[in-house]
């Protein structure tokens, strides 16, 4: 069974880096799919933000482009979000989701992280 | 970016009502298009890829049409497990864009 899990800290402070991790079991990162993170707002907007590909190639919003980075680690089958200079508009829920290619659907998604900006 | 205006914002229906859900995009996205269903607490989840390609495990009450920049999902009898949040999205084009969410409650 495939799953998608995200982790990492639930508060940031203004102007700090975000930083989460998502895992994936069932199924390798490196064999086919986008590797994507999504935000969900506060009154339901939805972002996407951006994807690393099976390759390792990546593809980021240029509403996000300056700030945001997305790695992985194909031993331990983990992508990662990074996100420098948060602000309090950056308070969202995250989401790591894989995308099929070609098709560019998410079938299969974490169950997210809250990340509140705050001091 | 392409826009998704989804409409309506909310909706209620009886049990057994069929509903339907819009998504309008700003320019043609060739049926790359995609509705989610989100309940409170959970991810969202797949429900049709294409506009109109039922996901595997998903009730054929669900069902999705439209092309060019006109989309809908059509739930028929209507059940109790279906109210949620919905969304579309658009894989056309990037940067990937939903529309802004449509909730679904029993009456």
């Known amino acids: 069974e495939i799953q998608l899990q995200e982790s990492g800290p639930g508060l940031v402070k203004p102007s700090q880096s975000l930083s989460l991790t998502c895992s994936v079991t069932?199924?390798?990162?490196?064999?086919?799919?986008?590797w994507s993170w999504i935000r969900k707002f506060p009154g339901n907007k939805m972002e996407w933000m951006g994807y690393?590909?099976?390759?390792?190639?990546?593809n980021y919003n240029p509403s996000l482009k300056i700030r945001i980075s997305i790695n992985r680690d194909t031993s331990k089958n983990q992508f990662f979000l990074q996100l420098n200079s948060v602000t309090t508009e950056d308070t969202a829920t995250y989401y790591c989701?894989?995308?099929?290619?070609?098709?560019?659907?998410?079938?299969?998604w974490g169950q997210g992280v809250m990340v509140t900006v705050s001091s | 970016d392409i826009q998704m205006t989804q409409s309506p914002h909310s909706l209620s229906a009886s049990l057994g009502e069929t509903v339907s859900i819009e998504c309008l995009a700003s320019e043609g996205i060739s049926n790359y298009l995609a509705w989610y269903q989100q309940k409170p607490g959970k991810s969202p989840q797949l429900l049709i890829y294409y506009a109109s390609s039922l996901q595997d495990g998903v009730p054929s009450r669900f069902s999705g049409s439209g092309s060019g920049t006109q989309y809908s999902l059509k739930i028929s009898n209507m059940q109790p497990e279906d109210e949620g949040v919905y969304y579309c999205q658009q894989g056309y084009k990037y940067p990937y864009t939903f529309g802004a969410g449509t909730k679904l409650e029993l009456k």
């Open positions: 690393i590909s099976n390759s390792g190639s990546t």
């Open positions: 989701a894989r995308c099929k290619i070609n098709w560019e659907y998410f079938d299969y």
């Open positions: 069932g199924y390798t990162i490196t064999s086919g799919y986008d």
